[in-house]
């Protein structure tokens, strides 16, 4: 289950709450992978030097809520304005590869990057997987350069030997502030049509629909039905469109499709795909906008899906487990074992993370596996941690294997505790009673009032 949202937020701050967002208050099971895609994010240059030294706000925002949750922001790519940022559940991790970034811009005959594209590619459960986040160039006569920047951003190749170029990705989502309008029909006809809920006399002429019907390339995509309201635009904290003086004429920019590549390829043959065939299919659940959110003059659009697909990759290349019972009174052992193909490498490390961590680098310490390997044999090796760099106060962890040559988490551990320090437990109990049986210097003093 994948969750995707695209919001032009305007250079606002993270709102209070995303709960519905997020859809994390419905009682439909859990997401797997949220993918989300923010435009104009705000990139002044003193926020933009900051956050290239630092997360943004709006990541540090989506891993407070998400990472306590269980879901860990697996990768995050940023051009100016835009960012993509893509969260899953740890058990999906070891099934995760070969995830590259990029990002092509397009603004100012492609020396800027305030318009232009964001993506993040990678192969999951061995099906290769693209997320494309857009904001292509606004107003109604700009169409022409929209589907010319579109093809450019789709022109672009990842680097790293045998990544495939996006279009040949088993699954492309295309997503953002895409900037299509309404074309022909007056504000008044538009607004009307909205009012009355009857946007099918709208579909004819937005100029994405009318593109898909001309352009080759663009025929490949689909896109669920636009059953809510225009998304742009809004006066801000409000869901009145435009009264501003430029009266904006309501316009659906903020768009998700996507592009299953076998369907492509079977349907220029013209034959139905048999189940054998059919190895990754994707269902859209629900495409709907949120009304709700009024920090910027866009309102966010989320698109739920289902991916099927038939698992290329059914073991992790690493497994790994703690030894015994863990404390910070002694150090500790860690096993793993590794397939006999995996490309392993003397910068690969294991690392102990509390099972509500952020990203790959939360960890609370870490134990190269070379240098630190005490024992070896075919089946298995065993790597120490010292109990210096072990929580005195315990808790839930797991451990994860990091490979230095995939640059990726490619094992995880099951959830384990680590018990408290008992013998620091004792010595605060101790302080606690002494500082409670001592009698306070100014104690007769105070009683004298």
């Not at 994010?41 to 990541?59: E, M």
């Not at 407070?64 to 100016?80: A, C, D, E, F, N």
């Not at 190269?368 to 298995?380: A, F, M, P, R």
Request: hydrophobic share 35%; aromatic share 12%; with cysteine.
């Amino acid at each position: 289950r994948l969750h995707l949202v695209t919001w032009n937020v305007g250079t606002a701050s993270p709102p209070p709450d995303v709960s519905s967002l997020l859809q994390l208050d419905s009682l439909a099971p859990t997401m797997d992978m949220y993918v989300i895609g923010l435009q104009e994010v705000n990139s002044r240059i003193t926020n933009f030097l900051s956050d290239l030294a630092f997360d943004d706000p709006w990541s540090i925002f989506f891993m407070t809520v998400l990472s306590p949750l269980g879901y860990i922001k697996l990768s995050s790519i940023r051009m100016q304005g835009l960012l993509l940022l893509i969260f899953v559940k740890h058990v999906h991790l070891p099934f995760i590869r070969d995830i590259h970034t990029h990002y092509t811009r397009t603004g100012l005959y492609g020396y800027w990057g305030n318009k232009g594209g964001v993506t993040v590619r990678m192969s999951l459960y061995g099906h290769t997987v693209c997320f494309m986040n857009c904001h292509l160039p606004a107003h109604m006569e700009n169409t022409e350069q929209r589907l010319d920047d579109f093809e450019k951003i789709l022109e672009m190749q990842f680097e790293g030997e045998n990544v495939p170029s996006t279009l040949d990705h088993d699954v492309l989502f295309w997503f953002g502030d895409l900037n299509f309008r309404i074309a022909d029909y007056g504000i008044h006809f538009v607004r009307e049509s909205i009012n009355n809920k009857r946007y099918n006399l709208l579909w004819e002429k937005d100029q994405l629909n009318m593109a898909k019907k001309k352009e080759v390339f663009l025929q490949e995509f689909i896109e669920g039905p636009l059953q809510f309201k225009p998304t742009y635009k809004f006066d801000l904290y409000s869901d009145v469109y435009d009264t501003s003086e430029k009266k904006r004429k309501p316009a659906w920019t903020d768009r998700i499709l996507w592009r299953v590549k076998n369907l492509c390829q079977h349907a220029s043959k013209e034959s139905e795909l048999s189940e054998e065939e059919q190895t990754i299919s994707v269902t859209l659940n629900n495409y709907i906008s949120h009304m709700s959110y009024g920090i910027s003059d866009h309102k966010p659009v989320t698109g739920t899906f289902g991916l099927e697909m038939k698992p290329l990759l059914s073991d992790p290349l690493v497994t790994l487990s703690p030894e015994g019972e863990w404390s910070a009174e002694h150090d500790v052992l860690i096993s793993y074992s590794a397939v006999p193909e995996f490309p392993s490498s003397a910068w690969d490390w294991i690392g102990l993370f509390k099972v509500t961590f952020r990203h790959v680098n939360d960890y609370v310490t870490y134990a190269w596996v070379e240098d630190d390997e005490i024992s070896s044999n075919e089946d298995s090796k065993q790597v120490y941690m010292s109990a210096a760099e072990i929580p005195d106060t315990g808790g839930e962890f797991l451990l994860c294997y990091y490979s230095n040559n995939l640059q990726s988490i490619v094992g995880v551990s099951q959830p384990f505790q680590i018990q408290p320090n008992r013998t620091l437990m004792e010595k605060d109990l101790t302080q606690d009673e002494n500082s409670w049986m001592k009698k306070p210097d100014n104690l007769e003093s105070r009683n004298e009032f």
